[in-house]
């Protein structure tokens, strides 16, 4: 099943912060989260495990809530260059077989002016 | 060290042609995933493949599609007979190891046009 992102879109100003959720109804194993920019690729951003292991670009925090399957995003002192539509992927905790297929959200989509 | 690979980036198709999208994994990956976006949705998986073996097509059509990774050379993702609803950017990614730990890394893409 999809995990649910909040907000659907953010405005935000230079240096503002912002918190992007992600939640699953299921257990999982992992999350990952990705930025992606019209018409190009998505870029990894972060993954978050199970144990609370975490790997991912240094100037982006985020934290995995095992016992609700809930995940967030943290972005601070927000610059242009992080306008872009982030999407969490969820890895489902299949008995601990999983090999990495990767379930979407819908997306959050965050807008940040000069 | 070059990224994931994707050809053609566009790609225009008739109604009842085929299309075919190829990927280049990272060099020492051996795990690939395909994904199809939407206009303005999600990425949706659709297949995972490694070396010579689908692993997972559970998110596939029944119908018209078909994947596959040889020993050498790149993934194909194959659409027959091609429909407009079939209009969409199909991403693949690769990492190195199977399993939720390891990160993937995307292609460009491959925008399909259905007229």
Partial sequence: QQPVQS???VILRE???AVINCSSSKALYSVHWYRQ???EAPVFLMILLKGGEQKGHE???ASFNEKKQQSSLYLTASQLSY???YFCGTVGNAGGTSYGKLTFGQGTILTVHP | NAGVMQNP???VRRRGQEARLRCSPMKGHSHVYWYRQ???EGLKFMVYLQKENIIDESGMPKERFSAEFPKEGPSILRIQQVVRGDSAAY???SSPLAGGTYEQYFGPGTRLTVT
């Fill in chain 2, 9 to 11: 980036r566009h790609l």
């Fill in chain 1, 59 to 61: 100037k982006i925090s």
């Fill in chain 2, 91 to 93: 991403f693949c990614a």
């Fill in chain 1, 7 to 9: 907000p659907q879109a």
């Fill in chain 1, 37 to 39: 920019k019209h018409g």
């Fill in chain 2, 38 to 40: 939407l206009p303005e």
């Fill in chain 1, 15 to 17: 240096g503002e912060d």
């Fill in chain 1, 83 to 85: 306008s872009g539509t």
